[in-house]
C-alpha cells in the first residue's frame, strides 16, 4: 500500500465507513455527507466512539479526494460520495472485510475479525482469517502487519499500514522490490565509481604538489 503520506485518524474512519456500508447496506451506498457522518460517528462496531463534527467529516473528505481514495457521484441530487479502494488497493471479498474492520475497530485478532466480518464476508474457518491476512501482509505493497503479541496473550494482533502504528508498536520497514534494489545497486554502483576517481584525482595532486 503506497500512500503519499499516512491518513489521519478522521480519513481512515470516513474511509472505513464508507466500506463498510457498501458491503452491508447497498441499496443506501453511496453515502450522502450526513449519512457519512451519522457512520463516523455509530455507537456500534466502532472503536474508539467518535464525535466528528460535519466539518471534520467534509475536511477528511477532500483531503481524500486529493489521494483519488474518494469522489463524488455525478449526477444524484444529492451529493453522496464513494471510496475508490477497490481499484487503488485491488481489494475483494475477505481483504475488503479486513480492512474495513480494521479501519473501524483498529488492531484486533484473527479471531475477533471472523466473528465481527459475518456480515461482509463468510470465514468458514479461523485459518482462513489468516490465511487472508498472511496473503495481504506479504504482497510488495502490503495492506496490514503482525503486531508482536503482548504477556499472556494468547492470538497474535494484525493492524493496517494506512496509518499510524498503534501504541508501544512500530511499523514494519518497507520490503524492497526487484526494481527498487536494482535502481539502488546502480546507484551504489555510481557513488562507489565516484569515490574512486576522486580517490584517483587526490592522489594526482598530491604528487604534483609533491614535485613543485
Not at 67 to 95: C, F, I, P, Q, S
Not at 184 to 206: Q, W
Request: charged residues 30%; hydrophobic residues 40%; negative net charge.
Amino acid at each position: 500500500m503506497r500512500l503519499a503520506r499516512e491518513l489521519d485518524p478522521v480519513e481512515i474512519r470516513v474511509l472505513g465507513a464508507l466500506l463498510e456500508k457498501q458491503q452491508t447496506t447497498p441499496d443506501a451506498y453511496p453515502l450522502t455527507r450526513n449519512a457519512l457522518v451519522l457512520a463516523c460517528n455509530q455507537r456500534s462496531n466502532r472503536e474508539p466512539v467518535t464525535d466528528f463534527a460535519d466539518a471534520e467529516v467534509e475536511g477528511a473528505l477532500e483531503r481524500l479526494r486529493e489521494l483519488v481514495l474518494v469522489w463524488k457521484v455525478e449526477g444524484a441530487r444529492t451529493e453522496r460520495w464513494e471510496h475508490n479502494l477497490d481499484a487503488r488497493w485491488e481489494l475483494h471479498g475477505d481483504a475488503k472485510a479486513v480492512l474495513t474492520l480494521l479501519f473501524l475497530r483498529g488492531a484486533q485478532t484473527p479471531g475477533e475479525i471472523r466473528t465481527r466480518a459475518e456480515r461482509m464476508h463468510d470465514f468458514a474457518t479461523l485459518a482462513d482469517v489468516e490465511a487472508s491476512l498472511q496473503r495481504m501482509a506479504g504482497e510488495p505493497e502490503p495492506l496490514v502487519f503482525e503486531l508482536p503479541r503482548r504477556p499472556g496473550q494468547k492470538e497474535a494482533r494484525w493492524s493496517h499500514l494506512a496509518g499510524s502504528a498503534p501504541p508501544g508498536t512500530a511499523r514494519p520497514e518497507p520490503i524492497a522490490t526487484a526494481d527498487e534494489e536494482v535502481t539502488l545497486a546502480r546507484r551504489v554502483a555510481r557513488l562507489e565509481s565516484l569515490v574512486a576517481e576522486l580517490d584517483a584525482d587526490l592522489k594526482s595532486l598530491k604528487l604534483k604538489l609533491g614535485e613543485s
